[in-house]
């Protein structure tokens, strides 16, 4: 089990950016895959991005590609997600999620560990 904090969230205008990162508890961070999730109001959990053990395979909803990051820091225990061209529907609670093993994952149900979420507003 790892434990999650997550930080960096705030309100930005449109076009503008955040870097959101996700610290982790524990010796065994490289042995878990990681990923980042956002849920807006009303709206379910839906998959953000994810990155390997290595940091060297990431994945992105449609929705981000392009204009989202994500990175991880083996030695520091932490993942990242930079966001930039921020628009509003980006905004959204983001919760950064922790798995077991190598095989990358895209879905709720297969993450393990959760933060607590920051909260993302963009202004339009």
């Known amino acids: 089990q790892v434990q999650l904090v997550e930080s960096g969230g705030g309100l930005v205008q449109a076009g503008g950016s955040l870097r959101l990162s996700c610290a982790a508890s524990g010796r065994t961070f490289s042995s878990y895959t990681m990923g980042w999730f956002r849920q807006a109001p009303g709206k379910e959990r839906e998959f953000v991005a994810a990155?390997?053990?290595?940091?060297?395979?990431?994945y992105y909803a449609d929705s981000v590609k392009g204009r989202f990051t994500i990175s991880r820091d083996n030695a520091e225990n932490t993942v990242y997600l930079q966001m930039n061209s921020l628009k509003p529907e980006d905004t959204a609670i983001y919760y950064c999620a922790a798995r077991p093993g190598f095989r990358v994952v895209f879905t709720v149900y297969e993450y393990v560990d959760w933060g607590q979420g920051t909260q993302v507003t963009v202004s339009s």
């Open positions: 990155i390997s053990l290595s940091g060297d395979n990431t």
